[in-house]
């Protein structure tokens, strides 16, 4: 289904699909560019500063007089074309665009510094659940695990699924995609069998994300290198496999067309 806006709802307003795009019901979307609303996308440079998105709004509908669903995606869709070869029915919309006009346009509800949105994580593909990790030895504030996601010191979390520690989230200091390491002891030592899940955040405050090309989950394979965006993290809950998901406002810098 993608993002979902859940706190601070702002106002929702009918932007036209950038030419020949296909946009999808549950997708962060920017309107810089061409003549209306594309994929926010993945990150280009520190805090996007190469590709300077901003995030505009999530789409919430479509124009499309008979409705069209997206099965990868469990949604609605719309796909824009020339007005001389469309062959789609488009109803009319609100706002100053011309009800007779055939143009393909999405409803979007606005996206502010407070809104607080909802995105599921999952790993290189819509659907995909993030890999779960065996330990094979551990103590209170390590362990060693099968291969998880490769992570940026202080910017990955991991959360123990089984054992005495289940329920426990720990940001991470390892950059390893095997040897895992935090400050905060846990109850007790980890054990060997254990199991656990990483995510390439952190489960709370200002943290680095990237999103799939789409922008229609949280990416939970992300390594970042030079490209990522920044997001404030109110929530992130690992708890249910295949339902992995997390609660966060766009970092401030995201707002900013003019970045250092």
Same mark, same amino acid.
């Given at each position: 289904m993608g993002f979902k806006?859940?706190?601070?709802n702002s106002q929702k307003l009918w932007v036209p699909v950038t030419y020949e795009d296909?946009?999808?019901?549950g997708q962060i979307v920017k309107c810089q560019a061409?003549? *209306?609303?594309?994929?926010? *996308?993945?990150?280009?440079?520190?805090?996007?500063?190469? *590709?300077?998105?901003i995030p505009f709004g999530v789409v919430v509908g479509t124009n499309n007089r008979i409705p069209l669903f997206n099965a990868t995606y469990n949604t609605q869709y719309i796909t824009d074309a020339t007005p001389l070869a469309s062959t789609t029915e488009f109803t009319g919309v609100e706002g100053p665009w011309s009800k007779g006009?055939?143009?393909?346009?999405?409803?979007v509800e606005l996206i502010t510094p407070e809104t607080i949105l909802r995105g599921q994580l999952f790993n290189a593909a819509f659907g995909t659940a993030m890999t779960v990790g065996t330990t094979t030895a551990g103590d209170s504030v390590s362990c060693t695990t099968g291969t998880l996601v490769a992570s940026t010191a202080n910017q990955a979390t991991i959360y123990f699924r089984t054992g005495t520690n289940k329920g426990a989230y720990r940001i991470l200091d390892n950059t390893s995609a095997t040897a895992q390491t935090w400050d905060t002891p846990t109850y007790i030592a980890v054990a060997v069998g254990d199991?656990?899940?990483?995510a390439p955040l952190r489960c709370i405050g200002p943290s680095y994300v990237d999103f799939d090309a789409e922008s229609m989950y949280v990416e939970a394979s992300a390594?970042? *290198?030079t490209n990522y965006h920044v997001i404030d993290v109110i929530r992130l809950d690992l708890s249910v496999a295949g339902q992995e998901y997390v609660d966060f406002k766009f970092n401030i810098d995201h707002f900013a067309q003019a970045r250092a």
């Open positions: 806006i859940i706190h601070g296909t946009l999808y019901v061409n003549e *209306g609303a594309a994929p926010f *996308g993945a990150a280009s440079g520190a805090v996007d500063t190469t *590709g300077k998105s006009e055939q143009r393909a346009m999405v409803e199991k656990c899940v990483k390594t970042y *290198g």
